[in-house]
């Protein structure tokens, strides 16, 4: 209860502090709102959606609308395309059943890895939404199916996947393009440890790690080892702490943006040689109105100019065109 708590009033205060412009500064993000969804056929809007991927192949964008089960396809500009019901396993009955799709991540063979809520193994889906694959993470690791995960998905730039575990085991396992296990990264023991649980994953152009954490140091840069190279951020008040991180991209000029889902805002920062990031912006803001989030779940970019923010409780996307990058503080 007392963590709680602390969470409640963190995020209290993170939704005054954390808006566009930290305590007056000057915004260094610029940006316009260039569309918003908030559904598909019509009257049908999400609910609780909580996965977004974009697919650099056919230039769509793909939604897990977790609480309706379905995943959605649109174009780049927010046109929809289609959508369909994620059906699952369900790992106590071994009956299908609709499922709850989390995390989403688009294949150059037209392939859609998806993992869910639901299930315990990532699900391989062609073009045309159909399960051809189960892959099971604990066949991988040797460990019993029912003490292991999938939840968030990342891949680089050889297609190499990356899958972040939760459960008994908290690390991150490393797939071939033909998805067999390449290498882990972190421990593969069994540890009730919270400030392992990642919130987020990306990989960067140079192969470089990130992953957001619900607990502990908020966004770290990992080497192949599992091992913190850099991080920042603690759940308190300020630009540079969190109330509950839950994602991360890179832009093309390596700056961090990072959705704290309970502060209903992005952060965004730019590297440095050593230690910390700067800080130079944070969007969005409490509010359902373009421009502001509410309880904002995902984020994904086209690595160009435009960004893409799901959002949890406003049950819509906005896609952002950031018109002027800025690169210093």
Not at 45 to 50: E, G, I, N, T, V
Request: hydrophobic share 40%; net charge negative; charged share 15%.
């Amino acid at each position: 209860m007392a963590r709680l708590l602390r969470y409640i009033l963190l995020a209290a205060c993170g939704a005054l502090l954390g808006l566009p412009g930290w305590a007056g500064a000057s915004p260094q993000v610029h940006y316009t709102v260039a569309a918003i969804v908030t559904g598909y056929t019509g009257c049908t809007r999400f609910a609780r959606p909580a996965g977004l991927a974009y697919d650099p192949y056919r230039n769509e964008i793909d939604v897990a609308d977790t609480g309706h089960g379905q995943i959605a396809i649109y174009s780049a500009s927010g046109a929809p395309r289609g959508h369909f019901v994620h059906v699952v396993l369900d790992p106590a009955t071994h009956k299908q059943r609709p499922g709850e799709p989390k995390g989403l991540l688009p294949r150059k063979n037209g392939d859609l890895l998806v993992t869910d809520n639901v299930c315990n193994y990532i699900d391989v889906l062609d073009f045309q939404g159909r399960s051809v694959r189960q892959v099971y993470p604990a066949d991988l690791l040797g460990l019993p199916r029912d003490k292991v995960q999938p939840r968030c998905l990342a891949v680089d730039g050889d297609g190499f996947i990356y899958v972040s575990l939760t459960g008994s085991v908290h690390a991150i396992l490393v797939l071939t393009t033909s998805l067999e296990l390449a290498c882990t990264i972190g421990s593969t023991k069994p540890a009730n440890d919270a400030t392992q649980e990642i919130t987020g994953l990306w990989v960067d152009h140079a192969g470089t790690i990130y992953a957001t954490y619900a607990q502990g140091q908020c966004v770290r840069e990992l080497d192949t080892d599992g091992h913190t190279i850099t991080g920042f951020g603690i759940h308190d008040v300020g630009p540079m702490n969190f109330s509950l991180p839950a994602g991360v991209i890179t832009d093309p000029h390596d700056n961090l943006w990072v959705i704290d889902t309970l502060r209903h805002c992005v952060n965004i920062y730019q590297p440095t040689p050593n230690g910390a990031p700067t800080f130079l912006d944070a969007l969005g803001g409490f509010g359902d109105t373009a421009g502001l989030f509410l309880y904002p779940s995902a984020i994904a970019t086209d690595g160009a100019t435009r960004v893409f923010v799901l959002e949890s409780t406003g049950a819509r996307l906005q896609i952002l065109d950031v018109v002027e990058p800025t690169t210093t503080p």
